[in-house]
């Protein structure tokens, strides 16, 4: 490998929808070898946010993902809107999605969802919450539920919590000390399925 290579030799593009593009790339590794052709999905950054409510509980929210055909246990989240700041998309989803105003909002920092088949970035935020505005309501779809910290180990521990990108924000945010990672590492009690 030098310098001049890995080189991309030319790029097509194919819009799906307003939300997603897929991006064929022919990339030659060297001089005297033919191109390979790999595909990406391009979609705008993704904003993950790890909230944490004024008595210590964690807002998930459950709705249903046509990709994994089934209800799904995760963070707040949400795409940004086109020349949105990001942390006034983590407010913003927030919000919409759980009722709790941000108070405080700590970046975690950009990362790469999937280096392979993925060209967006995944910002994580932790989030100091006030109390659930009562007057707003979650978003059509969508279940909201706080929960302890056991609570949420015993369901990462278990697989209803899965979602492998919102891991990584738990990660971060216990990496930067915002929360305590020892409830989350060992569950006190296996809390069961939940639905």
């Known amino acids: 490998m030098s310098d001049d290579y890995p ?28 191109a390979q052709t790999y595909h990406a999905i391009a979609q ?24 994994v055909e089934g209800y799904t246990w995760e963070l707040p989240a949400g795409m940004l809107e086109q020349g949105e700041d990001a942390q006034a998309a983590c407010a913003r989803e927030l919000l919409e999605e759980t009722g709790f105003p941000a108070r405080r909002i700590h970046p975690l920092g950009a990362r790469v969802p999937c280096s392979a088949r993925l060209s967006n970035r995944i910002q994580s935020f932790f989030v100091e919450t006030g109390p659930r505005d009562p007057k707003v309501q979650a978003e059509a779809g969508i279940e909201v539920r706080v929960v302890a910290a056991d609570e949420l180990a015993a369901m990462i521990a278990d697989g209803t919590f899965a979602l492998q990108l919102h891991l990584g924000t738990l990660l ?24």
């Open 44 to 67: 705008t950054d993704y904003i993950a946010i790890l909230a944490r409510t004024p008595d210590g509980g964690f807002p998930l929210v459950r709705q249903y993902r046509p990709a």
């Open 172 to 195: 971060l945010a216990a990496m930067q000390g915002l929360i305590e990672p020892e409830p989350l590492l060992r569950p006190k009690t296996q809390l069961g399925r939940h639905t």
């Open 7 to 34: 080189r991309i030799l030319s790029r097509r593009t194919t819009r799906l929808s307003p939300w997603m593009e897929i991006v064929a790339r022919d990339v030659a590794f060297r001089p005297d070898e033919a």
